[in-house]
């Protein structure tokens, strides 16, 4: 099994991590990171005791979970990506590529989501302060 990579406090497995970056814009750290399938994610760094990871689901490449997450970004890849937000805040979300993307939201609140009108958007939060904006784009 193959150690974990820890990127800005965020636990990913190396054989999923294409490339990544870390900058610096006003003091903060940004992270910007590449996934092997071209999902490209950035985030601030998260506190180191709050156990926040990215896991590849299944056998397929374009199948990732995101755990405890504060401020993530993703942009989608070109293919049908399957996307998992478990305890994520303040998330956003954009799979606008034509392709047929699916995106779960588990305990997950403050978000937006900009998507094509055939992706599908399974919302499972039972947080009463959820605030998920959808944007669907037709092509």
């Not at 399957?82 to 994520?88: A, D, G, I, P």
């Amino acid at each position: 099994m193959t150690e974990p990579i820890n990127i800005g406090n965020v636990k990913f497995s190396r054989n999923d991590v294409k490339s990544y970056t870390v900058n610096i814009q006003n003091d903060e750290k940004i992270n910007s990171v590449l996934l092997r399938d071209g999902t490209r994610l950035t985030f601030k760094d998260q506190d180191e005791n709050n156990g926040a990871r990215v896991n590849r689901m299944g056998r397929e490449d374009y199948e990732y979970a995101f755990f405890k997450l504060k401020g993530l970004t993703i942009e989608g890849s070109e293919r049908n990506d399957k996307y998992s937000l478990y305890n994520c805040e303040d998330y956003n979300i954009d799979t606008r590529d034509g392709n047929k993307d699916k995106i779960s939201i588990i305990n997950s609140n403050n978000g937006t989501i900009r998507a094509d009108e055939n992706d599908t958007i399974r919302n499972s939060t039972i947080r009463r302060e959820n605030n998920i904006s959808n944007e669907y784009y037709p092509r």
